[in-house]
């Protein structure tokens, strides 16, 4: 069975600050990928970033960077330089291989970012 | 256009009646889901389809029935609504599964009163 915790239900910080959102996974496959997804106060959902299992480099965009550890089973975004257009509710997910592409969630942190 | 449109955006109904939430892509992708959103809960997996006339359950299916007759349209039932299927429902696809991640519709507001 997948699962997928997000320890830290809600943050909040002031603009400039670097924030990181923590997410650890849960699987018993070998194959596996696993995703960010933002929803802001809009309540759109909007994809972020994707991993899979076999690759354990750390993605850089812009403001926004991932760091994947399998040895802990961490899959952890971090904000630099935060901004009031990034407060939105953050989703951690995972889907395993061969699983017609079902994702389970986390429960989602909400970061707050005030000027 | 959006590649994805759920309807109705907003629904309020009466305990008892059934309801049909609609979920229409433009992009042909094979995969179509049915997520749940509720506070606390993230977002739960109803029902999901691999293919026309291909679905499966998810974590949460009870009380819900889905339909799949064109790649276009995934059908989500509430047979009898209750109060707690008050929620925000979530229609999402994926062209290759699990692989490239989901686009999601913009979702439906359902009230059971």
């Known amino acids: 069975a997948q699962k997928v915790t997000q320890a830290q239900t809600e943050i909040s910080v002031v603009e400039k600050e670097d924030v990181t959102l923590d997410c650890v996974y849960e699987t018993r496959d070998t194959t596996y990928y696993l995703f960010w997804y933002k929803q802001p106060p809009s309540g759109e959902l909007v994809f972020l970033i994707r991993?899979?299992?076999?690759?354990?480099q750390n993605e850089i965009s812009g403001r926004y960077s991932w760091n994947f550890q399998k040895s802990t089973s961490s899959f952890n975004f971090t904000i630099t330089a935060s901004q009031v257009v990034d407060s939105a509710v953050y989703f951690c997910a995972l889907s395993e291989d061969g699983n017609a592409g079902k994702s389970t969630f986390g429960d989602g942190t909400t970061l707050t970012v005030k000027p | 256009d959006a590649g994805i449109t759920q309807s109705p955006r907003h629904k309020v109904t009466e305990t008892g009646t059934p309801v049909t939430l609609r979920c229409h892509q433009t992009?042909?992708?094979?995969?179509m889901y049915w997520y749940r959103q509720d506070p606390g809960h993230g977002l739960r997996l109803i029902h999901y389809?691999?293919?026309?006339?291909?679905?499966d359950k998810g974590e949460v299916s009870d009380g819900y029935s889905v339909s799949r007759s064109k790649t276009e349209d995934f059908l989500l039932t509430l047979e009898s609504a209750t109060s707690s299927q008050t929620s925000v429902y979530f229609c999402?696809?994926?062209?290759?599964?699990?692989?490239?991640?989901?686009?999601f519709g913009s979702g439906t507001r359902l009230t059971v009163v």
């Open positions: 389809s691999y293919g026309v006339k291909d679905t």
């Open positions: 991993r899979n299992s076999f690759d354990e």
């Open positions: 992009e042909n992708h094979r995969y």
């Open positions: 999402a696809i994926s062209d290759s599964g699990s692989f490239f991640g989901y686009t």
